[in-house]
């Protein structure tokens, strides 16, 4: 790969030279020792580095690249160049919350009180959240860019995309894991307190964001308006689709997981995982629902999965 290219680093312009040094060799390596320089002194890809940083030790675990930040501009997504490599860097891009918010929140902002915006930034922009945050959004914005077109209600989508995973606890009382439907439950009513959409339209964002509660069973309960039941099936294909990302994303992600989990000791997150992930595996027919969701994740997906299985 060669000359410079542009790429959207927290509405930064970066510089990447290829370096073969550090790439991920597993799960367990996700998390390479590697260096970045940037004006003004140097990055380490760790948890507590700033959205910029971490996307930047994001893309050196990725592909092995060193990147070096040398100017300011604008988001500069759409000028990646249409190479197989730049392609893997656009993949692996996720916005930060001013651009999610002024590229996808605006248009939807009358349709909610005041305050939602500020609700929504203080759940995904927690420290503690290492997968369930702006950047699991970003993902499923990006996705659902690609396949807008195929739904009837795309705001409704984007709506749920927004607010399902706005209350997410991994622990409940004591040292027991929190149910995943609580999670889900509560968002879905945080949702309902915070928006200004008439009942009709409330009442199927809260059912897609409840769908998430048992993605492979999910149906819907009548057919909210003509293609409801098609806007499900894609909103819950899009929050599966993370198991599709290249190989380095997927076990970023995993391990973004257990840092969600660090109180559960790594054998039994482990077993959990294992459990969870064999039967989305067993049922790999029904792990996406619309052909053209089936025919850009479902190989990807499960190869992932296997993969995965075989660290574990």
């Known amino acids: 790969m060669t000359g410079n290219f542009a790429i959207s680093v927290v509405g930064r312009l970066a510089q990447v030279a290829p370096s073969r040094s550090c790439v991920p060799a597993g799960l367990s390596d996700t998390t390479a020792h590697c260096q970045t320089q940037r004006i003004g002194g140097h990055l380490h890809r760790n948890r507590d ?25 604008a988001n500069a997504l759409e000028a990646i160049p249409n190479i197989p490599a730049a392609r893997g ?5 996720r916005m930060n919350a001013s651009e999610i918010k002024s590229r996808y929140w605006l248009p939807l902002e009358a ?8 609700v929504l930034d203080a759940a995904y922009g927690d420290q503690s959240r290492a997968y369930h945050s702006w950047r699991h959004i970003s993902d499923l914005m990006q996705a659902f860019e690609k396949l807008a ?49 008439n009942s009709a339209d409330a009442e199927a964002v809260q059912e897609l964001i409840m769908a998430t509660t048992n993605h ?13 039941s098609r806007d499900l099936d894609l909103f819950v294909d899009l929050d599966l689709s993370p198991l599709a990302l290249p190989w380095e994303q997927f076990a970023s992600n995993f391990e973004d997981i257990r840092s969600e989990f660090n109180w559960i000791p790594q054998d039994v997150f482990n077993s959990g995982q294992a459990a969870f992930l064999r039967n989305l595996f067993a049922r790999g027919d029904k792990l996406f629902r619309q052909p053209e969701t089936i025919k850009m994740w479902r190989a990807a997906a499960l190869t992932n999965i296997r993969r995965c299985l075989n660290n574990l």
């Open 149 to 197: 077109a195929l739904a009837t209600r795309p705001e409704l989508i984007t709506t749920a995309i927004f607010w399902h995973d706005v209350v997410y606890r991994t622990r409940g009382s004591g040292q027991s894991r929190r149910a995943d439907f609580l999670n889900v439950r509560d968002s879905a009513e945080t949702f309902r307190r915070y928006t200004r959409m």
């Open 216 to 228: 492979l069973e999910a149906k819907p309960s009548r057919e909210r308006y003509s293609g409801f």
């Open 89 to 93: 860097l656009r993949r692996f891009l």
């Open 111 to 118: 349709s909610h009180e005041a305050t939602a915006w500020e």
């Open 49 to 73: 580095l700033s959205g910029e940083s971490r996307l930047i030790g994001e893309l050196i675990a990725s592909f092995g690249m060193e990147v070096r930040v040398v100017d300011s501009g």
